[in-house]
């Protein structure tokens, strides 16, 4: 009998993670040239799917590939990974890649089937002491490519800038552009002055964010609206309250960058009543 969060997907065949194989010829393997998704999943259903299945369309049809499946067919897939690892909170990863061929090659091919690939993993709820003494996180430039808002699995800059993060006891690294902030490594990112809140500009650059989308939401909710723009490092710098979104870490707040204290050093008001608001929404979609 097999574990939990240990049955995975690939190209219509559920098994054991380790017992699935792809071709060394794949070229999500050789040239990173796949895309991919995590949909977290609460109490056994996956949270704003809809969402993530729009940005998986958007990021396959940016780098020329077909629907593979349309929603239907993602979510009964979806639903089948929750069952069969048991239930309860997961994050949910599709991959797809362009698929294998006979040769290495450059040139995109036509007519290749693509590999489409699915598993769960465990989705860590916040510590505690996170919530009550926030993040550190440092500040790198942004080292990565020009089409960030393709969710695409070539993250070899993503991986170096989280990992110095890491080394240097932070969890998370900021990006910069050209004196721009841009985003985390995986996360978006929020910056609060003066009780108004900030976000960077939806462009090439950074990946639209599921979860910063929803807070943006719960924000124009609570009366205190994104305004999305440029933002510098200055601005950073002087920022009352940092946030940060993803999928699988909600909305957390950083209280440190660079080892400077962000404001007077703890999670601010904002923070709180926005996450409050999160998660009340969470709770309700859960028992809808
Ligand atoms: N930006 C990057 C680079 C990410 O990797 C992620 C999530 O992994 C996000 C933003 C946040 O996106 P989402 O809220 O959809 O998880």
Redesign the pocket.
């Known amino acids: 009998m097999a574990s939990s969060m240990t049955i995975g997907y690939l190209n219509g065949e559920f098994a054991d993670l380790a017992s699935l194989r792809i071709p060394v010829l794949d070229r999500g393997f050789l040239f990173g040239d796949a895309v991919y998704e ?1 949909i977290p999943v609460y109490q056994g259903r996956p949270f704003r799917s809809e969402f993530h299945y729009q940005r998986l369309q958007r990021s396959l049809a940016q780098i020329h590939m077909d629907a593979v499946l349309d929603r239907e067919h993602w979510d009964s897939l979806v639903h089948d990974l929750i069952e069969r690892n048991g239930g309860g909170s997961m994050a949910v990863y599709l991959q797809i890649s362009r698929g294998a061929e006979s040769v290495r090659n450059h040139l995109i091919p036509k007519g290749l089937a693509p590999t489409v690939f699915g598993m769960t993993a465990a989705l860590k709820s916040r510590s505690p002491e996170v919530l009550e003494r926030g993040l550190q996180v440092i500040t790198r430039e942004d080292t990565r490519w020009d089409r ?1 808002d393709i969710k695409s699995t070539s993250l070899l800059a ?1 991986i170096l800038l989280y990992s110095e993060a890491h080394e240097q006891h932070a969890q998370e690294c900021l990006l910069h552009r050209e004196g721009q902030l841009t ?6 990112v929020f910056v609060v002055r003066n009780g108004r809140i900030y976000a960077p500009p939806y462009g090439p650059e950074i ?1 639209p ?4 989308d929803l807070v943006a939401e719960l924000c124009e909710a609570n009366g205190t609206p994104v305004r999305v723009g440029p933002i510098d490092m200055q601005e950073l710098a002087d920022a009352d309250e940092i946030w940060l ?3 699988t870490r909600e909305l957390l707040p950083v209280t440190r960058v660079d080892g400077h204290a962000v404001g007077d050093g703890h999670p601010g008001p904002l923070w709180r009543a926005i996450d409050t608001r999160f998660q009340e929404y969470k709770q309700e979609s859960a028992n809808d």
Do not use: F, I
């Open positions: 995590v960030c993503n985003e985390g490594s995986s996360s978006s990946l964010g599921t979860t910063r979104a993803s999928a």
